[in-house]
Structures are given as structure tokens and as C-alpha cells.
């Protein structure tokens, strides 16, 4: 999975003395890391670092999906299943936003941290006790694919982890539409906390890039967005997203 950065110091040399109303900049790009901050060398050889600011689990779905589209399905599946395992974990530390202190949240989560079940049930009654619902979950049949896949050693075929990847978007998608009216400003407190950063000023900035599972912007896209649409049909956009890309940037017009 390649990710599409940016350098800073190019959009500023841009905005500051291009007279052109369209400036074009080259994308830089990087493999996805850990860490979340990425080292920056542009074509013009200025050297950035670049702190992603998208969460977690968002990467891990796209991470799932790309392999997806590249046909390693174990692979797919394992980030799948990551990636619902970190949006319980996100679920849970904004409902718990405002009732604890975070370093009390953090310090309590690292007795769950390697227990997959306790994470899905305090996910499961923390989502009744502030949304007054059940939430939607994986299927026995997704469940014991799931299983089968992770511990079994099966080898899963395409149109299974298409299904899979499927319902996995559909539950974390739900939950943040049902987050979105009951949290409000903590859903996106927490989100922004959890976030790499890097110091502002200088040679570091941040940025997103734009995630099938999308907090800030999601789960309803505007017209014509291609993340309306089903996983199978949204492969030729993220096919074409890993061809170099040009950043364009435009200029009010001058009255004359």
C-alpha cells in the first residue's frame, strides 16, 4: 500500500511566488509505517516529515483492501479483522470521553490490549448502555470464515473476502453514523488525540489522504464520491490513486 503525501515546503514556495492561476505539484509517496510519521523527500529535494493524521483503523481497512485487490485474501482478511478490532478499541475510548481521565482509559486498556473476546464484549455493552441499541456484528458464517482463516490456515478465495471486507465496513459504518449523533464533539476529541502529530513550523506538517472508512468525512460521502459505492466497484479509483499523482492547487482570479 502506497500512501500519496505532500511536501509542505512545495506548497508554500507555490503560494508564495507562483503567479500561474493553476500550480501543479508531484505527490511524493511512501509505504504505510507504524509510526505514522513519514520522512519526505520531494522532486525538488527538500526533505520534510509528515505526520498522517488518519486513524488507525482506516489504514488498516485500506491496507486490507489493496491486498485485496492485489490477491493476497489471508492477508486481506487478517487487516480486515484488524481493522475492526482497532474501531472497537476507538468505539470504546470515546465512550468512555469525559467519564475518566485518558491516562485512567490508557493504563486500564493494557489489561485488554492482547484479548480480542473482552475487547468485543466491553465494546458490545459499552454501544448499548450510549447508543440504547444493539450494534450490528460479524455473522457466525463470517465469524467461523474468520477463525478458519487466522488459526486453521485457510486459504480464502476472492469473492469470500469481498463479502468479508463487506461486513466489516458495513458494522464499523454504522457505528460511526449511530457516534456521529450521540457523541458529537467527543467522537472527534478522541480521534484527533490518538492522531501522530509532529511539531508545526519549519520542515514538519500533516496531512490525511482519503480512507474507505473515513470519521471526519463519513459514513455518507457527498454526490458522486466513489466511496458510495460497493468495495468491487471503488477497485478501478484505488488502482488509479497508485499512479504518480499531481497535486493542483488554484489561485483567485485577479479583478482587473
Known amino acids: 500500500m502506497i500512501l500519496n503525501l505532500f511536501c509542505g515546503?512545495?506548497?508554500?514556495?507555490?503560494?508564495?511566488?507562483?503567479?500561474?492561476?493553476?500550480?501543479?505539484?508531484?505527490?511524493?509517496v511512501s509505504e504505510i509505517s507504524e509510526s505514522g510519521v513519514y520522512e519526505v523527500c520531494c522532486e525538488k529535494g527538500h526533505k520534510t516529515r509528515v505526520a498522517l493524521r488518519n486513524a488507525k483503523f482506516e489504514l488498516l481497512f485500506d491496507l486490507g483492501f489493496n491486498g485485496?485487490?492485489?490477491?493476497?485474501?489471508?492477508?486481506?482478511?487478517?487487516?480486515?479483522?484488524?481493522?475492526?478490532?482497532?474501531?472497537?478499541?476507538?468505539?470504546?475510548?470515546?465512550?468512555?470521553?469525559?467519564?475518566?481521565?485518558?491516562?485512567?482509559?490508557?493504563?486500564?486498556?493494557?489489561?485488554?490490549?492482547?484479548?480480542?473476546?473482552?475487547?468485543?464484549?466491553?465494546?458490545?455493552?459499552?454501544?448499548?448502555?450510549t447508543i440504547r441499541k444493539r450494534p450490528l456484528m460479524l455473522g457466525n458464517g463470517s465469524v467461523s470464515f474468520r477463525n478458519d482463516v487466522t488459526h486453521k490456515?485457510?486459504?480464502?478465495?476472492?469473492?469470500?473476502?469481498?463479502?468479508?471486507?463487506?461486513?466489516?465496513?458495513?458494522?464499523?459504518?454504522s457505528a460511526i453514523t449511530e457516534m456521529k449523533i450521540c457523541f458529537n464533539d467527543a467522537l472527534y476529541r478522541v480521534y484527533d488525540h490518538f492522531l501522530p502529530r509532529v511539531e508545526e513550523g519549519g520542515d514538519s506538517f500533516s496531512c490525511n489522504i482519503t480512507?474507505?472508512?473515513?470519521?471526519?468525512?463519513?459514513?455518507?460521502?457527498?454526490?458522486?464520491?466513489?466511496?458510495?459505492?460497493?468495495?468491487?466497484?471503488?477497485?478501478?479509483?484505488?488502482?488509479?490513486?497508485?499512479?504518480?499523482?499531481?497535486?493542483?492547487?488554484y489561485k483567485e482570479k485577479q479583478n482587473s
Open 9 to 28: 515546503e512545495c506548497i508554500k514556495e507555490s503560494v508564495k511566488n507562483a503567479d500561474l492561476l493553476v500550480v501543479e505539484l508531484i505527490v511524493p
Open 68 to 129: 485485496l485487490i492485489d490477491g493476497y485474501y489471508r492477508e486481506a482478511v487478517s487487516s480486515f479483522t484488524a481493522s475492526l478490532e482497532r474501531f472497537y478499541e476507538f468505539f470504546i475510548k470515546v465512550a468512555l470521553d469525559g467519564e475518566l481521565a485518558t491516562d485512567v482509559i490508557d493504563e486500564t486498556w493494557k489489561s485488554v490490549k492482547s484479548q480480542s473476546e473482552r475487547q468485543l464484549a466491553a465494546y458490545l455493552f459499552l454501544y448499548l448502555k
Open 153 to 173: 490456515g485457510l486459504i480464502p478465495g476472492r469473492e469470500q473476502t469481498l463479502k468479508y471486507g463487506e461486513e466489516v465496513r458495513m458494522i464499523v459504518n
Open 211 to 249: 480512507t474507505v472508512l473515513d470519521v471526519r468525512n463519513g459514513p455518507k460521502f457527498d454526490e458522486g464520491d466513489v466511496r458510495n459505492r460497493s468495495l468491487v466497484e471503488m477497485i478501478p479509483a484505488v488502482i488509479n490513486r497508485r499512479q504518480p499523482q499531481r497535486m493542483r492547487f
